[in-house]
């Protein structure tokens, strides 16, 4: 038994003109190599978190094929929310959970036991620039954007407590924390998501969203104050699944 996670698997069955083979070698077929990869990793009793960016549909019925590819993957199948699931607004998860249920799970204002782990997490949201060198040198920004963007991270971390509370409230003290967005952006080292983990002493922080070889370094990777950090993403582990956990 044992825990594994991949993020943003980017499927497209019913949206033909959204392929990313366009991304890069690593992308072509990329959902045959991630069903590959996936079936020879993990096994029925395994736990697969797959952190966002599942589907390029616009809404459910565009998401069918993408989901039932998922659904038939071996495992047990946690997904979280990613920045372009438009098949999954913030106020539908339990409708989601009802309607696969014993098939996929909906980790979000919830969370799913592992052994005596709570699997905690939300999308999350950085603050993603762009980012200008201003006339002393310095980095600056547009405010408004920024604004904007200190709305959703609020959002997130209530998101991500509520996510947590449930499970202290259940009596789990140990924790993997799963974000879809990085938990820091790139001039940041730390943030919101970052504190919350060290609150809570989580073991592991997985996310992912980072895409191509120049972005992989965006966030923080390995351990970092007790913590160990892990981008999971797609092109990043070349579709290939990340064991968490025994
Ligand atoms: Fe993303």
Redesign the pocket.
């Known amino acids: 038994m044992a825990l594994y996670a991949l993020?943003?698997l980017h499927l497209n069955f019913q949206t033909k003109d959204k392929s990313m083979d366009r991304f890069g070698d690593v992308w072509i077929d990329h959902e045959k190599k991630a069903k590959r990869n996936i079936e020879a990793a993990i096994s029925p009793e395994d736990t697969l978190v797959l952190t966002?960016?599942h589907s390029w549909g616009r809404n459910l019925n565009e998401c069918r094929e993408d989901l039932e590819f998922i659904a038939a993957l071996p495992g047990r199948k946690i997904l979280l929310r990613?920045?372009?699931d438009m098949f999954w607004p913030a106020n539908k998860t339990e409708k989601l959970n009802s309607l696969f249920e014993g098939r996929l799970l909906f980790l979000q204002n919830n969370y799913y036991a592992y052994k005596d782990y709570a699997l905690v997490g939300t999308k999350g949201a950085t603050f993603e620039g762009p980012f200008y060198i201003g006339n002393n040198g310095n980095v600056v920004w547009d405010e408004e954007m920024k604004r904007r963007s200190d709305k959703l991270v609020r959002r997130e971390e209530k998101r991500l407590r509520t996510s947590f509370e449930k499970a202290a409230e259940d009596g789990y003290k140990k924790f993997i924390m799963f974000l879809?967005?990085p938990p820091t952006s790139i001039i940041e080292t730390e943030s919101v998501f970052t504190r919350i983990a060290e609150e809570y002493h989580v073991d592991q922080v997985v996310y992912?969203?980072c895409?191509g070889v120049s972005r992989f370094d965006d966030s923080i990777r390995g351990m970092n104050n007790g913590i160990f950090y892990s981008l999971v993403?797609g092109d990043y582990r070349d579709f290939k699944p990340k064991k968490i956990l025994d």
């Open positions: 993020g943003d966002g960016d990613g920045n372009h879809h967005y992912s969203h895409h993403s």
